[in-house]
């Protein structure tokens, strides 16, 4: 079972930047595809950017280029800087881990922090 927590949200203008964090609980943090969603009321969760176990990154095409998703496996804890913020980014961004054993997918999720763009 992983848990996991994430924070770093909150206000930032148009044009501004921030940083969220998510941290995991339990062991095997590095072996965990993982990535970031977000969504907004009345709309499907949208996939953000992922980051694999050896560090290959993806992004959305809306946010490419201004995203940037990285992994601390020290500390069991995934990053997303989000730079020249649009007021289409508000959201609940969410952090999601995923792996497979023995041809079984496990995913978990964490409970989101709400990202707001506003002047």
């Known amino acids: 079972q992983v848990q996991l927590v994430e924070s770093g949200g909150g206000l930032v203008q148009p044009g501004g930047s921030l940083r969220l964090s998510c941290v995991a609980s339990?062991?095997?943090?590095?072996?965990?595809?993982m990535g970031w969603y977000r969504q907004t009321p009345g709309k499907q969760r949208e996939w953000v950017a992922s980051i694999t176990s050896g560090g290959s990154t993806n992004y959305a095409d809306s946010v490419k280029g201004r995203c940037t998703i990285a992994r601390d496996n020290a500390n069991n804890t995934v990053y997303l800087q989000v730079n020249s913020a649009k007021p289409e980014d508000t959201a609940v961004y969410s952090c999601n881990a995923y792996t497979r054993r023995l041809g079984v997918p496990y995913v978990y999720w964490g409970q989101g922090t709400q990202v707001t763009v506003s002047s």
């Open positions: 339990g062991s095997s943090f590095s072996t965990y595809v």
